[in-house]
Nanobody, 121 residues
């Protein structure tokens, strides 16, 4: 079985920083692209940032210049560094990864359960 576990959320003041982690465990051959999503109360889930297996990154316009995404393949972990946080960044943050469980196998999507980020004075 494969699990994705997010951590690092919490309460932070506007202008502050947080680093989220998404750790994968289980029977994994390779992790391809990974994305961070967020869902604010009453809103649809939106894509925040992605990182490919080769390290190419993309960001939503709303977080460009403030968030960075990185990965440590040896630790099977992807990070989302969030700086200059704003109240509108408040949401549950989820990671999604395309994971291949065995050589020649298909890349299947997996989701974590999310971690709550609250930006408030």
């Amino acid at each position: 079985q494969v699990q994705l576990v997010e951590s690092g959320g919490g309460l932070v003041q506007p202008g502050g920083s947080l680093r989220l982690s998404c750790a994968a465990s289980g029977s994994i051959f390779r992790i391809n692209a990974v994305g961070w999503y967020r869902q604010a109360p009453g809103k649809e889930r939106e894509l925040v940032a992605t990182i490919s297996s080769s390290g190419i990154t993309n960001f939503a316009d709303s977080v460009k210049g403030r968030f960075t995404i990185s990965r440590d393949n040896a630790k099977k972990t992807v990070y989302l560094q969030m700086n200059s946080l704003k109240p509108e960044d408040t949401a549950v943050y989820y990671c999604n990864a395309a994971i291949i469980r065995f050589l020649g196998g298909p890349g299947m999507p997996y989701w974590g359960k999310g971690t709550l980020v609250t930006v408030s004075p």
